[in-house]
């Protein structure tokens, strides 16, 4: 019969992979909070967002006010979780979204993957 690890092994193997997964900036598969939802890359992300949802739009398309919040998440790639204002071109008022977008940069691929009002 094979012999299983102690339950105190077992807790400290947790333990250490909590800790570790801490340390890398969150839980692993986590959604993690951006500092700076002013970065460029964020901005571009987000006009991304709105440029394949004006897409799929029958009325008059959206543009970016700005990027209010976002978070990412590590995947196959990242996903970002991005909390945008937007308004309509004829410059109507301001609405936000939440929009999910799926990148994987080495292969230069971006999916918008939800599109929701808040």
């Known amino acids: 019969m094979k012999d299983s690890p102690s339950p105190s092994v077992s807790f400290l193997l947790i333990l250490l992979y909590l800790s570790s997964a801490s340390a890398l900036g969150g839980m692993v598969g986590g959604w993690t909070p951006v500092k700076d939802p002013q970065d460029p890359h ?21 543009a970016l ?15 970002y ?6 308004e309509g071109s004829s410059g109507g008022e301001r609405k936000r979204y ?4 799926w990148e994987k940069p080495w292969e230069h691929f971006m999916k918008l993957t939800s599109f929701k009002p808040l």
């Open 65 to 79: 006010s700005e990027v209010v919040g976002a978070e990412t998440q590590v995947v196959s790639g990242t996903n």
């Open 42 to 62: 964020l901005k571009e992300v987000a006009e991304f967002a709105i440029s394949e949802y004006n897409k799929q739009l029958k009325s008059t398309p959206v």
């Open 98 to 101: 939440e929009a999910i977008v």
């Open 81 to 86: 979780r991005l909390v945008i204002e937007v």
